[in-house]
């Protein structure tokens, strides 16, 4: 078994490379199958959110799962290799535990995480790329996370991306009831972000989507308004406060649209959060000098407001993930000799099988059972015994007496 990790996250690579290897949710399921057919992987999972991008496989091969990641996403592997991690075995686990436990996110102790794996593993398994490995991980990962948030105080004091956003909101906005605010996606992020914002009671909320039926639910609940996207020309200058999360593969808030808005709007100044990867809001509207626009990894300063008192359960889910990391490789490692221990009892059985024919045909010659059975268990010992026997016989002087305790060893033979 040949445990991997191959990603980046937002410790390794800036956003501009995350987004370029992001899987969207249309392509997740046949990235999953090309990576299993075409390649040396035998099962696979693929985690793909706004601050990471990472595949959980089977396979004896980094270098071919990162040639195809490169490949897939059409970028030179030159260009993506400084930012990659590969991790084998129990660097592995350890990484996936971490990862679940929300010790790896830019928010530190984070519940969203979990769900995000949830689901990529339900993905993999939907579409049959999972298999006893992975199977095992991903069971022992989840437990492994509900044993660090139930023990430890991790999760205390968090300040999740949605909650960043109305904080930087209130350094831009003398009082967000007096703005309109615009949620554009109709995810779990969205949801996070429209109900911290709901909480302060903005003049307006309106919710935009590609399909207005699937936004409708999400904007009843709290009052809003729904429009599609393709309303947005229109409707921009009405909003003061857009936070966008989406899963389009282009941009959808581009530098002319905002700057024909900002001209209706008499230069009054609009804040945008982009919690989208690959980005909603083309790169060259940061420059704008009426947009306050923030990515993901803006929100980093706002977020470790809080920390000290997280940083102290640290220790704790670390131990707790560092025993169970060696329980995992424990069980990898017992499933490596499997092979082994099968050939091990096949040949055994075939002994056995020879020596109960040779019984039968005896018996049935009338000879006495009694030296039959003691024919056949004196053969069968033979048998058993001739490998360890002529290996020990044959061993070199340097070897002998490593040869000698572990025979001792496996048969249980106490030497005088």
């Known amino acids: 078994m040949q445990l991997l990790t191959l990603g980046v996250n937002h410790h390794t690579a800036p956003?501009?490379?995350r987004e370029q290897v992001a899987f969207g949710p249309e392509k997740l399921v046949q990235a999953l199958h090309e990576l299993t057919q075409s390649q040396r992987v035998s099962e696979a999972a693929i985690l793909s959110t706004c601050n990471r991008t990472e595949l959980y496989c089977n396979t004896p091969s980094p270098e071919s799962v990162t040639q195809w990641l490169a490949d897939f996403h059409h970028i030179e592997r030159r260009e993506l290799a400084p930012y990659l991690y590969a991790l084998p075995r129990e660097k592995a686990a350890q990484h996936a535990f971490r990862v679940a436990a929300g010790l790896d996110s830019m928010v530190l102790g984070e519940t969203q995480i979990l769900g995000q794996l949830k689901q990529a593993v339900q993905t993999a398994e939907e579409a049959g790329t999972l298999g006893l490995l992975l199977h095992k991980l991903f069971q022992r990962t989840f437990s492994v996370a509900?044993?660090?948030?139930?023990?430890?105080?991790?999760?205390?004091?968090?300040?999740?991306?949605?909650a960043a956003?109305?904080?930087?909101?209130?350094?831009?906005?003398?009082s967000?009831?007096?703005?309109?605010?615009?949620?554009?996606?109709?995810?779990?992020?969205?949801?996070?972000?429209?109900?911290?914002?709901a909480a302060q009671h903005p003049r307006r909320m309106t919710v935009a989507n590609r399909t207005t039926e699937?936004?409708?639910?999400l904007a009843e609940r709290f009052g809003a308004d729904v429009i599609s996207l393709t309303a947005l020309s229109d409707e921009l200058p009405e909003y003061d406060i857009i936070i966008t999360s989406t899963a389009s593969p282009l941009p959808i808030l581009g530098k002319g649209l905002l700057e024909r808005a900002i001209k209706q709007r008499r230069h009054r100044p609009i804040f945008i959060v982009d919690?989208?990867?690959?980005?909603?809001?083309?790169?060259?509207?940061?420059d704008m000098n009426d947009v306050f626009l923030y990515t993901v990894d803006d929100l980093g300063q706002v977020v470790q407001e809080g920390m000290d008192s997280r940083v102290a359960q640290v220790a704790q889910a670390e131990a707790i993930i560092e025993t169970s990391v060696e329980h995992f490789v424990h069980w990898m490692e017992g499933r490596e000799l499997v092979p082994v221990i099968r050939s091990l009892r096949d040949g055994a059985e075939r002994h056995r099988r020879h020596e109960?024919?040779?019984?039968?045909?005896a018996l049935a010659r009338g000879e006495d059972p009694r030296a039959v059975l003691d024919a056949m268990s004196h053969a069968l010992a033979n048998k058993l015994l001739h490998a360890p026997?002529?290996?020990?016989?044959?061993?070199?002087?340097?070897?002998?007496?490593?040869?000698?305790?572990?025979?001792?060893?496996?048969?249980?033979?106490h030497q005088e």
């Open 146 to 162: 509900k044993e660090v948030r139930t023990s430890t105080e991790i999760g205390a004091n968090s300040v999740s991306m949605a």
């Open 356 to 361: 109960i024919e040779k019984a039968e045909k």
């Open 389 to 413: 026997t002529h290996a020990l016989n044959h061993a070199s002087r340097a070897e002998r007496d490593q040869f000698a305790r572990l025979i001792s060893q496996l048969y249980g033979l």
């Open 165 to 174: 956003s109305v904080r930087l909101a209130e350094r831009i906005f003398p």
């Open 275 to 286: 919690l989208a990867v690959p980005r909603d809001v083309e790169a060259e509207v940061s």
């Open 176 to 197: 967000i009831k007096e703005q309109a605010c615009l949620f554009i996606g109709a995810g779990e992020m969205i949801e996070l972000c429209i109900t911290h914002f």
């Open 214 to 217: 699937r936004a409708r639910p």
């Open 15 to 17: 956003l501009a490379i």
